[in-house]
């Protein structure tokens, strides 16, 4: 699946086909509540809408998914936007298609493209964020060392998240959580086991996606 993303700013977009208008509502949410409340803020938005269709997912792992067809045939809207929530990696995240019917049946097909078409549209005007897992480690070691460790740890790609300077210089490292125990045997190497190293904790960080 590979790391998580999540909505972090809003979007909203429109799309016309056969004289029906479909209108894009991007969030962030938690849980099945705050999912709720935005689907309810949408409807009365949109109070003289036919349709209001949605989808959303939450949980540390994308777990928790939910859709609804609002009235159109069975899976002709709800399931097409959750296929694209589901493309982009999303979790904690919902997305509203309203549509204001135009008179032209545009059949089950053209629904489901016509959704999905929206719901992509919707999160290009959103802001996507990366959920990345990194194992925090505290890297003690004496200043002599400090330029030696700087370039390795840049020629890894790996983060200094804070630097402290005392009797010893302390970095605060992240690393990818299956690498680090390669990242640390490296480490303890190329400073001769004069580097302290301690886990900290693991958390998720935020990076801007790139879509």
Same mark, same amino acid.
Request: aromatic content about 6%.
């Given at each position: 699946?590979?790391?998580? =993303? ?5 979007? #909203?977009?429109? @799309? ?30 949109? @109070?003289?809408? !036919?349709?209001?269709? @949605? ?8 777990? &928790? ?13 709800? +399931?097409?936007?959750?296929? &694209?929530? /589901? ?8 997305? #509203?298609?309203?549509? @204001?019917?135009?008179?032209?049946? %545009?059949?089950?097909?053209? %629904?489901? !493209? ?8 919707? *999160?290009?005007? $959103? ?5 990345? %897992? &990194? +194992? ?8 002599? *060392? ?6 390795? *740890? ?9 630097? $402290?300077?005392? +009797?010893? &210089? =302390?970095?605060?490292?992240? #690393? ?8 640390? /045997?490296?480490?303890?190497? *190329? ?18 996606? /790139?879509?």
């Amino acid at each position: 699946m590979g790391n998580l =993303c999540t909505i972090r700013r809003s979007g #909203t977009a429109e @799309y016309d086909v056969k004289r029906s208008r479909f209108i894009a509502n991007t969030a962030h949410i938690e849980n099945e509540s705050e999912a709720k409340a935005f689907v309810a803020k949408i409807k009365k938005k949109y @109070y003289d809408a !036919r349709h209001t269709a @949605y989808a959303w997912i939450s949980g540390e792992r994308g777990e &928790v998914q939910k859709s609804s067809d609002d009235g159109e045939p069975g899976g002709s809207a709800g +399931a097409p936007i959750l296929d &694209v929530m /589901q493309h982009m990696n999303l979790t904690n995240s919902i997305i #509203t298609v309203t549509r @204001y019917f135009g008179g032209i049946k %545009l059949g089950t097909g053209g %629904l489901v !493209r016509a959704y999905g078409h929206t719901a992509s549209m919707g *999160l290009n005007k $959103s802001l996507i964020v990366e959920r990345r %897992l &990194v +194992a925090r480690h505290a890297v003690t070691l004496p200043y002599t *060392l400090l330029g030696t460790v700087e370039n390795y *740890l840049r020629a890894e790609s790996l983060n200094i998240e804070d630097t $402290s300077y005392s +009797a010893d &210089v =302390c970095l605060i490292i992240q #690393t990818n959580p299956d690498e680090s125990a390669a990242m640390l /045997q490296e480490l303890a190497d *190329l400073t001769a086991g004069r580097a302290q190293i301690k886990k900290l904790d693991e958390q998720y960080i935020e990076l801007q996606h /790139q879509q």
